[in-house]
């Protein structure tokens, strides 16, 4: 565009009876980090990022393993997440100075190597080094708070004292179990006496995850005469297991699908071994670059003893971040790049490329296989359908749809399909009549012996036919003759074809 025609847009914005002042504008925000949320201003320079993983990691903030509050210890939550062994990020934004999260750490500094290593770090994966692991690395724990009150306002907790010498090794003369105690399923769990009935009630444990009693509080309210209640906290301990979920706070999600042993790692020249295994294929298409700055940053920090400023567009096309943290780790005596030397753990050869290694603060999400595990042989079934419960606080199964049916079906598992959805499922012996192919019409016909009055016969007869003579045993869901019963109530006959054989 031109001038002149610059003049002429003048021009016609004049004639509309306002002025646009060039360089002037009436609003502003306070800074450029005002349109951000509370939980954006966290992520460590999300200008950097894809706006998908920024969004990603805006929700993962919220379900983060970390300090949830102070008085965790007095606390009587129905579940409560807590990361034992948290640290403060070296690479972070203002932001999280301002609102002093330092006070409530919600993840820990980790070495990682960029690097394609057993493949056990391919899809979101990662691999969690053995040894960090046991050290103390994403440790966490799972605080649950259960109520029991009594039925009667006289009744009260105590111990039975006619078993003193069995219940004394559980617990307390209260009735109530000791603090800090294991707790395992089958074993009494607490003591009343029930003054209903006039004798000492024992209930026990019933629970299949280890855990330990954190603390006893016993109730109070403000009524007259008020039932007994008592509150049990229980400690449940949460270290890594494969399966748990971690995410860096650019939105790298992954769960861990290995905890490999810190003598097959990859090692530095200085013997360094990675606490995470991240593979490289995470960032081409996810385009964080905001992960690869603090990879660099966060090594640098850890080598100058510094904390980097993460807020968003403090650097610009000619004055970059990579170039910034490039230039300390070079003052440090590292390279410019962040990569480094490494050497296999497997056979102690120098790997052939560079690897990009630094510290990344990782977080530990709250979504954990003990708490998502389902499996089942047998259980509870449905008394309508004879088909499993669903749920797995039941006991249920898992559902087995149309799509794995088509599945099953397309790969020649024929005897899997039928495993799945007749054995494990509602399978039942039915009559049918092959002469005229009814389920229902086959029923059992008790007859008194004229030779012996006291006692009786059984045979089986068709309805329909009148007689049975063509009158066999079939194997089939117990859905499908429940399916025939409901046509038949509409007047609609359902006919099998069948035939002895």
């Known amino acids: 565009m031109s001038?002149?025609?610059?003049?002429?847009a003048l021009n016609l914005i004049n004639c509309c009876d306002f002025t646009i002042f060039l360089g002037v504008t009436t609003h502003m925000e306070l800074s450029k980090?005002?349109?951000?949320?509370?939980?954006?201003?966290?992520?460590?320079?999300?200008?950097?990022?894809?706006?998908?993983?920024?969004?990603?990691?805006?929700q993962m903030g919220k379900q983060t393993m970390g300090t949830p509050c102070h008085n965790w210890d007095l606390q009587s939550e129905t579940?409560?997440?807590?990361?034992?062994?948290?640290?403060?990020?070296?690479?972070?934004?203002?932001?999280?100075?301002?609102?002093?999260?330092?006070?409530?750490?919600?993840?820990?500094?980790?070495?990682?190597?960029?690097?394609?290593?057993?493949?056990?770090?391919?899809?979101?994966?990662?691999?969690?080094?053995?040894?960090?692991?046991?050290?103390?690395?994403?440790?966490?724990?799972?605080?649950?708070?259960?109520?029991?009150?009594?039925?009667?306002?006289?009744?009260?907790?105590?111990?039975?004292?006619?078993?003193?010498?069995?219940?004394?090794?559980?617990?307390?003369?209260?009735?109530?179990p000791y603090i800090g105690r294991k707790m395992r399923d089958g074993e009494p769990h607490y003591c009343f006496y029930?003054?209903?009935?006039?004798?000492?009630?024992?209930?026990?444990?019933?629970g299949k995850e280890e855990c330990f009693l954190h603390s006893v509080k016993l109730c109070g309210n403000l009524i007259k005469n008020p039932k007994k209640v008592a509150c049990l906290t229980y400690r449940v301990p949460?270290?890594?297991?494969?399966?748990?979920?971690?995410?860096?706070r650019a939105g790298q999600k992954g769960i861990c699908s290995h905890k490999w042993p810190a003598e097959d790692l990859p090692f530095t020249e200085t013997g360094l071994v990675p606490d995470i295994v991240f593979n490289p294929h995470g960032f081409p298409s996810r385009m964080t670059i905001a992960m690869m700055i603090e990879i660099m940053a966060g090594k640098s920090a850890a080598l100058h003893g510094l904390v980097h400023d993460a807020t968003p567009f403090k650097f610009t096309e000619e004055d970059t971040a990579i170039d910034y943290f490039g230039r300390l780790l070079e003052h440090g005596g590292y390279n410019y790049y962040g990569t480094e030397t490494m050497y296999s753990g497997i056979d102690g050869r120098e790997m052939t490329a560079q690897i990009f290694f630094g510290v990344v603060h990782?977080?530990?999400?709250?979504?954990?296989?003990?708490?998502?595990?389902q499996v089942r042989s047998t259980g509870p079934i449905n008394i309508l359908t004879r088909q499993p419960l669903q749920g797995r606080k039941r006991g249920g199964g898992v559902r087995f749809g149309e799509m794995e049916r088509d599945s099953l079906i397309s790969h020649g598992a024929s005897f899997l399909l039928q495993d799945r959805l007749?054995?494990?499922?509602?399978e039942t012996m039915a009559l049918i009549c092959t002469s005229c192919g009814s389920l229902l019409g086959p029923v059992t016909v008790v007859t008194r012996l004229a030779e012996k009055p006291n006692?009786?016969?059984?045979?089986?007869?068709?309805?329909?036919?009148?007689?049975?003579?063509?009158?066999?045993?079939?194997?089939?869901?117990?859905i499908f003759k429940f399916f025939v019963t409901q046509l038949a109530s509409c007047n609609i006959n359902v006919r099998v074809e069948c035939k002895n054989i």
């Open 422 to 426: 007749l054995h494990c499922s509602d």
């Open 33 to 58: 980090t005002g349109f951000l949320s509370n939980l954006a201003q966290l992520i460590p320079m999300p200008d950097c990022n894809q706006s998908p993983r920024n969004m990603y990691q805006c």
């Open 362 to 373: 990782y977080q530990r999400l709250r979504h954990m296989v003990s708490d998502k595990w």
């Open 79 to 176: 579940k409560l997440y807590r990361l034992q062994t948290p640290s403060s990020p070296l690479f972070r934004p203002v932001h999280h100075d301002n609102i002093n999260l330092d006070d409530f750490a919600m993840g820990t500094n980790a070495i990682v190597a960029v690097i394609s290593y057993t493949g056990y770090d391919m899809e979101d994966a990662m691999i969690i080094n053995k040894a960090s692991e046991e050290r103390g690395l994403g440790h966490g724990s799972i605080y649950k708070s259960e109520f029991v009150e009594l039925d009667h306002p006289s009744s009260y907790f105590v111990r039975d004292p006619e078993n003193p010498k069995k219940l004394s090794l559980y617990l307390d003369s209260d009735g109530l």
């Open 238 to 248: 949460r270290n890594p297991s494969v399966g748990d979920k971690f995410a860096s």
């Open 455 to 478: 006692q009786s016969d059984t045979k089986e007869v068709c309805r329909i036919c009148g007689h049975g003579n063509n009158i066999a045993e079939i194997q089939i869901p117990y």
């Open 3 to 8: 001038y002149e025609d610059d003049d002429l």
């Open 194 to 206: 029930d003054s209903d009935r006039s004798q000492y009630v024992v209930k026990t444990f019933r």
